[in-house]
């Protein structure tokens, strides 16, 4: 397993790393994927290593999914729960870190509602740090994980039509698939309405379409987003009704897409609301393969940060 590409000292967005480095876990990723197949699903790639998740916000898919990477890799792990934490008490992020480095981690995987908070963690910690989404602003493993299900399916990343569909405004996942999808040469269409997608994000390289027909049409991927109410988004429409009627996909609309294409969603999906529920259900769906590359794509994360890299499939 080639590692030289690799010289990234955190995972903090998809922004820093080159085509190779994204190449490479996404290779590594694929080599985990064996071992998650054994009986014994375990390497010591991070014996003797400790992580640890951090999230200040909800999480099922990537809170579990690092848990069952660091632990699928021989490491020692700690989840913090922050809502029964001195955090609770007024301890600020800084001296809840702080608090944590004392007991000498090596990784620290962080969620938090702050864009921006795994970055300044880097500026004061020694551990390396992940970031598992943070506010608006970035979910790089998430689009990782993505990336792969599109390899696997496709054979390749390149020349691909991906329209990514919904709440794109309050999307971390949209901003690190757009990122990825620019470096790859892959073209994407934001699709939703103008108050969640604005035309700023041409700026960022995406093509933005306020038609879901038009965006559909020809793709090979379509990713649908959650409306985030928690960040407000359910005031950018004037009903639920009205969104799911312009902007929910339903087999109708899917059948626009390309001959084979597939369905994705980083979850949670609400069903019947931007997804109907057979097309969530049906085999061009692939939400719940995007939900298992999860753990190989966090592995190769982990191992490539802090793995001891001549034993990682031992
Ligand atoms: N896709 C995703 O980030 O899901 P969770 O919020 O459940 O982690």
Redesign the pocket.
């Known amino acids: 397993m080639s590692t030289r590409t690799f010289k990234q000292n955190h995972l903090l967005g998809i922004e820093p790393l080159s085509v190779e480095e994204i190449d490479t876990i996404l290779d590594t990723a694929e080599a985990f994927i064996e071992v998650s197949t054994r009986d014994v699903k375990k390497v010591p790639a991070l014996k003797g290593k400790t992580v640890v998740n951090l999230f200040f916000e909800?999480?099922?898919?990537?809170?579990s999914s690092f848990e069952i990477a660091a632990k699928r890799l021989s490491a020692d792990l700690i989840n913090f729960n922050a809502s029964v934490s001195s955090t609770k008490k007024g301890e600020s992020l800084k001296d809840t870190v702080l608090t944590l480095e004392a007991m000498n981690p090596h990784v620290i995987v962080i969620r938090h509602s702050a864009s921006g908070a795994p970055r300044y963690l880097t500026t004061f910690a020694r551990s390396a740090i992940v970031n598992a989404?943070d506010g608006f602003h970035a979910?790089p493993t998430?689009a990782l994980l993505d990336a792969l299900t599109m390899r696997q399916r496709f054979g390749t990343l390149r020349g691909l039509k991906i329209a990514i569909v919904g709440d794109i405004l309050h999307s971390r996942?949209a901003r690190s698939n757009l990122a990825l999808h620019s470096k790859m040469g892959n073209e994407v269409v934001l699709v939703g309405p103008p108050s969640l997608v604005p035309q700023e994000f041409e700026r960022m390289g995406g093509k933005v379409c306020w038609d879901l027909r038009r965006g559909v049409a020809g793709a090979d991927v379509v990713m649908m987003l959650r409306v985030q109410e928690e960040r407000g988004a359910r005031n950018y429409f004037p009903s639920t009704r009205e969104y799911r009627n312009r902007f929910a996909i339903t087999p109708e609309v899917f059948s626009l897409a390309k001959e084979g294409a597939i369905l994705m969603h980083?979850?949670?999906i609400n069903r019947d609301v931007e997804i109907d529920t057979f097309l969530a259900d049906s085999d061009q769906s692939v939400i719940l393969q995007q939900v298992t590359n999860g753990i190989a794509v966090r592995m190769a994360v982990l191992y490539l940060l802090k793995g001891e890299k001549n034993e990682a499939l031992d």
């Open positions: 909800n999480s099922t898919r990537t809170r989404g979910h998430q996942v980083p979850g949670p």
